[in-house]
C-alpha cells in the first residue's frame, strides 16, 4: 500500500470525530440532554415509529444545542412531496446534512424503495443540505448480493459525501471490505459503524430487539464468547478499532470517523467516548 502524504490517523482521533446514533424510543429526548452540546447526533428512521418520530427528536436534539443527523429511509417516503416536506422540516431547524438509506420496512409505503431513488429526487430540488450520508455493510446484507450491493454504492455515491458502515464485529472483515471497495472505485470517506461497549447479555437482547442481531453473527462465533456472557463481561468497542488499524492505514482508506451505535445508553456511550478519546470528562 502506499503510504499516505497526510499524518496518519490515530484510533483516538478517530474516537474523538464520532457520532451517536440515537432511536426515538420513549425516554430518548431525556438521554440526548446528557450528551454534550456539539456533539452530532444521528437521529434513526424506522417502520415503528415513522418520519413524524424522526423529525420531533430531531427538533429536540436541536433544541438541546446539538449537531443532529436525520436518518431518512426511502421505504417510508409516501411520494415527492413527503420527501420535499421532510427536507423542509430538518433544514429549518437548522439542519444542514442527512443520512439517507434503504429502510427496514417490508413493503415501501409509496414510490420510494431504495436510498439512490432518495438522492436522485434530492438532486431536482434546491434543499439545502450540505452533506449526505449513505449506507454499506461490509459483512453483506441477508437479502442483497454482495455484486449488487457494490454497484448501489457507486450508484449512490454520485450524490453522496460519506458512507456509514453497517454494525460490524469482524476487523477483518471490515478491512477486507474496505480495500475491496476502494479497489472497486468506491471513494466517499467512511464512518466505521460500531458498537458502543455493552454488557454482551445487553449487547444481544438490544440489537435483537432494534433490530440489527443479524450482526451478531459473527460475535456470536467469537472464542470465549460463552464464557464472557456467563461472567456478566462488556463487549470492547476499542479492541476492534485496534484490530482494524492493524490491518489498514485509516488515512490511506479515508476512515474519517465513527458512528456509534449507542443502543440509546448514553452514559454508558459517553463514559466510553472520554475514555476512548483520551480527553477528560467535564465537570
Known sequence: MAHSADPELSV????????????????????????????????????????????????????????????????????????????????????EELFVIGGDGEKPVGRFSEAAEILEELVEFDHGLSRIGVGCYPEGHPKIADDVLFEALLRKQQHADYMVSQLCFDASALAGWLRSARERGVTLPLRMGVAAPLQIRKLIELSVKIGVGQSLRFLSKQHGMVGNLLLGRAYEPLDLLLAVREEISFTDLSVEGLHLFSFNQVDTTLDWLYRASGVEKAG
Do not use: W
Not at 438521554?31 to 429536540?60: E, I, M, N, Q, W
Open 12 to 95: 483516538d482521533e478517530l474516537v474523538r470525530n464520532s457520532s451517536i446514533e440515537i432511536v426515538p424510543l420513549k425516554g430518548a429526548q431525556e438521554k440526548v440532554d446528557a450528551v454534550p452540546a456539539g456533539t452530532t447526533v444521528s437521529v434513526t428512521c424506522s417502520p415503528r415509529f415513522g418520519l413524524a418520530r424522526t423529525l420531533d427528536h430531531v427538533a429536540a436534539a436541536r433544541r438541546s444545542g446539538h449537531r443532529v443527523v436525520p436518518h431518512l429511509a426511502a421505504r417510508m417516503v409516501e411520494d415527492r412531496a413527503a420527501l420535499r416536506g421532510f427536507v423542509r422540516g430538518v433544514a429549518d431547524l437548522g439542519v
